[in-house]
């Protein structure tokens, strides 16, 4: 499995307030990109998986509320969680 526990806490303290702190936005940012990183590298390989592709574009519509939702609210932690993924506007 690629996204274990271990993996999750450590996205979540890096992002997050703690690694417990799972509902707040920059982790749930993070954790999406993370999962969205790895599905792009499946599709690379299987081309015809059309689940995985439609759960992709799921994943980066929910990603994308989330930046525009940090965007209305705190556009500097918005900046800083698009600056520290890589994430471009």
């Given at each position: 499995?690629?996204?274990?526990?271990?993996?999750?806490?450590?996205?979540?303290?890096?992002?997050?307030?703690?690694?417990?702190?799972?509902?707040?936005?920059?982790?749930?940012?993070?954790?999406?990109?993370?999962?969205?990183?790895?599905?792009?590298?499946?599709?690379?390989?299987?081309?015809?998986?059309?689940?995985?592709q439609r759960s992709l574009v799921k994943l980066v519509g929910k990603?994308?509320?989330l930046l525009n939702y940090l965007t209305?609210?705190?556009?500097?932690?918005?900046?800083?969680?698009?600056?520290?993924?890589?994430?471009?506007?």
């Amino acid at each position: 499995m690629y996204l274990t526990t271990e993996k999750k806490k450590e996205i979540f303290k890096k992002y997050g307030k703690s690694e417990t702190d799972t509902g707040s936005s920059e982790g749930q940012i993070a954790l999406f990109t993370h999962r969205i990183n790895h599905l792009t590298d499946h599709l690379k390989n299987n081309r015809h998986d059309f689940n995985t592709q439609r759960s992709l574009v799921k994943l980066v519509g929910k990603r994308r509320d989330l930046l525009n939702y940090l965007t209305k609210t705190d556009i500097i932690r918005y900046r800083a969680i698009v600056k520290d993924l890589g994430l471009r506007k």
